[in-house]
Nanobody, 125 residues
């Protein structure tokens, strides 16, 4: 069955870096879009980045452009989110998700069918 498992979260100081991983099983993620979302306490889940299937087109929300990079390793069936220059406002639980739909852009949470359990990212001094 389809499963997504995130890892790599933690506590980091402002300006620091983390790399999140989203390991997939039960399907080949190279054939489906993968999105990263985050949810801070009391806030709605928001799209952060996504990578399309096949040609691996990437999308970013404005607040992370130039700081975050999404990539995919088909051999490891894993998608990564490299996060640099982290800010306190990046603090949230980060989720990866996938869908069988064709998406242009990151899309909304309702566009996605399968979700990981999330990994906590805390940016604080």
């Amino acid at each position: 069955h389809v499963q997504l498992v995130e890892s790599g979260g933690g506590l980091v100081q402002p300006g620091g870096s983390l790399r999140l991983s989203c390991a997939a099983s039960g399907f080949s993620l190279g054939y489906f879009p993968i999105g990263w979302f985050r949810q801070a306490p009391g806030k709605e889940r928001e799209g952060v980045s996504s990578i399309s299937s096949s040609i691996a087109r990437t999308y970013y929300t404005d607040s992370v452009k130039g700081r975050f990079t999404i990539s995919r390793d088909n051999a490891k069936n894993t998608v990564y989110l490299q996060m640099n220059s982290l800010k306190p406002e990046d603090t949230a639980v980060y989720y990866c998700a996938t869908t069988s739909r064709f998406l242009l852009g990151i899309g909304k949470p309702d566009d996605y069918d399968y979700w990981g359990q999330g990994t906590q990212v805390t940016v604080s001094s």
